[in-house]
Nanobody, 125 residues
Framework: QVQLVESGGGSVQAGGSLRLSCTAS??????????MGWFRQAPGKEREEVAV???????AYGDYVKGRFSIFRDNAKATVNLEMNNLKPDDTAMYYC?????????????????WGRGTQVTVSS
């Protein structure tokens, strides 16, 4: 079973920054062939896409984080990071790392078959 482990969550004041990391293990295919994504879910809200990077490096961001967050993958280390800048209280959520195996093109959330347990991000005003 593919395992994804997130780290880097915590509490920060509005305007601050955090960097989340996700490490993949127990892979059955080359890490570089997976789409990797970050998603978040706040209490009472639907899970939403934060950022996705596919197997050839194409990146998509959610509307509310575009311009503030950056996703970066390191295929040699089997990791994907999410750099979050200018954080806002509305960014408070549980952040999840997810992986979509090939041949999926990761256009839809149901293509992400593997999920981490999440890391909490709390932004205070």
């Amino acid at each position: 079973q593919v395992q994804l482990v997130e780290s880097g969550g915590g509490s920060v004041q509005a305007g601050g920054s955090l960097r989340l990391s996700c490490t993949a293990s127990r892979l059955t295919q080359n890490y570089s062939s997976y789409c990797m994504g970050w998603f978040r879910q706040a209490p009472g809200k639907e899970r939403e896409e934060v950022a996705v990077v596919n197997n050839v490096g194409i990146i998509a961001y959610g509307d509310y984080v575009k311009g503030r967050f950056s996703i970066f993958r390191d295929n040699a280390k089997a990791t994907v990071n999410l750099e979050m800048n200018n954080l806002k209280p509305d960014d408070t959520a549980m952040y999840y790392c997810a992986a979509a195996p090939p041949p999926g093109r990761c256009r839809f959330i149901n293509e992400f078959n593997y999920w981490g347990r999440g890391t909490q991000v709390t932004v205070s005003s």
